[in-house]
């Protein structure tokens, strides 16, 4: 098939920028990694990206196609190709560009190893021989998280970090829960401590667009979700991000509404609602918002009430909550009509956690 590429080509060292185009003969089953590979094995050998695996294992080839994060290799060109279309191939957002499509990962790397990605053991050593167990339906809690690669296609689209560079980040603190998720660290409290810092978890704006954009079904928004859910229930609560999070559960349970005026008095006391009284006089005045008094409160808010003491009285609190709601998204969205449910399964699927190998924990021999 004939395959055309537009590609941003960049050079640090001198500032050169340009966009080339490039016409090539690939195979049908070609990904935009194999085009890559055409372009420079016939056309043009001084273009730079980066690969290795071609298997979406490695990660190392995430750049952006029309200007959205995408892993070349699990980019199929045939449909683009057909339909005429000249993508616009670019390095990948949010990390300086070194050449062409290779951006330098140092700033990743750095906030990767800020969150301490490795196994602080809080659990004591099983006798002799033996293994410390854990269910399988508690590992599941962070199967979704176990999968990410370290891309940088979440990294590249973050809008949190557009504005503020230190923000850690979509992968990061999806890393973060991977361990705080996990039943053998032992070090939860002092971890949601240190993500609950003024660039972790609430400066997360919510765009969803890491979630959008991750190859590989990580979910970083859900993640960092988990994190806040799982710190406010440990009273790790000092960020106003969590305070307004604590004040619309409030809201929710009580009237069936977000009550959003109210939530500078609420959330950030008497004095600070004073000095911003003329703002909101403001947008009073021009309709914006409702009047606090007397509190709207919506038809069927037993409703709501019902859901919040579910909640409470199973102890779904923190991270399990969401966890659980994941599972039921997920097996809406793969359930197809007429199919009995759990007849398939996908990436993030209740179905497939369920059939994560190891259900059973091993044993060693000793057993
Ligand atoms: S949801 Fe949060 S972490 Fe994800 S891309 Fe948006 S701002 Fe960044
Ligand atoms: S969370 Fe997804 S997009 Fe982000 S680094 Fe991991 S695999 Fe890549
Ligand atoms: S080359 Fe390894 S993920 Fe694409």
């Avoid at 892993?71 to 060109?77: H, I, N, P, S």
């Avoid at 440990?234 to 929710?252: E, L, N, P, Q």
């Avoid at 609420?266 to 007397?294: D, E, R, W």
Wanted: aromatic letters at 6%; one cysteine or more; hydrophobic letters at 35%.
């Amino acid at each position: 098939m004939q395959v055309a590429l537009k590609i941003w080509r960049y050079d640090s060292s001198t500032g050169e920028r340009a966009l080339r185009e490039y016409e090539l003969d690939a195979p049908e089953e070609a990904t935009l990694l194999d085009c890559l590979d055409i372009v420079k094995d016939r056309h043009d050998g001084t273009l730079a990206y980066r690969k290795s695996c071609r298997m979406m294992i490695c990660g190392s080839c995430g750049m952006r196609m029309d200007g959205a994060a995408v892993l070349a290799c699990k980019t199929r060109m045939y449909e683009i190709a057909q339909a005429g279309h000249v993508p616009v191939i670019s390095a990948m957002g949010n990390l300086p560009i070194v050449k062409d499509l290779v951006v330098d990962m140092d700033p990743f790397w750095e906030k990767f190893k800020a969150m301490k990605p490795y196994l602080q053991p809080g659990y004591e050593e099983p006798p002799e021989g033996r293994e410390h167990l854990i269910s399988q339906e508690r590992m599941n809690h962070i199967h979704k998280e176990a999968l990410c690669i370290n891309c940088g296609c979440c990294v590249s689209e973050c809008n949190a970090m557009e504005s503020d560079p230190a923000f850690r980040g979509p992968q990061a603190l999806a890393k973060g829960f991977r361990f705080v998720g996990d039943p053998r660290d032992g070090a939860t409290v002092e971890r949601l401590e240190d993500y609950s810092d003024q660039h972790g978890i609430w400066e997360c704006t919510r765009c969803y667009f890491c979630n959008e954009r991750c190859p590989k079904g990580v979910d970083p928004r859900d993640a960092i979700a988990k994190l806040g859910a799982e710190a406010m229930a440990r009273g790790i609560d000092r960020d106003m991000g969590a305070k307004h999070a604590r004040w619309f559960v409030r809201s929710a349970e009580t009237t069936g509404w977000l009550r959003e005026t109210e939530l500078v008095p609420k959330t950030q006391g008497v004095v600070s609602s004073i000095t911003q009284m003329k703002f909101a006089m403001g947008l009073a005045v021009k309709g914006k918002v409702p009047p606090p008094f007397p509190p709207h409160v919506a038809d069927r808010v037993d409703e709501a009430r019902a859901l919040h003491k579910v909640v409470r009285e199973q102890g779904r609190q923190g991270a399990v909550g969401i966890v659980q709601g994941e599972r039921a998204l997920a097996r809406l969205e793969h359930e197809v009509a007429g199919e009995p449910e759990g007849a398939h399964g996908g990436q993030g699927s209740r179905d497939q956690a369920d059939v994560t190998p190891g259900e059973t924990p091993t044993r060693g021999k000793s057993d």
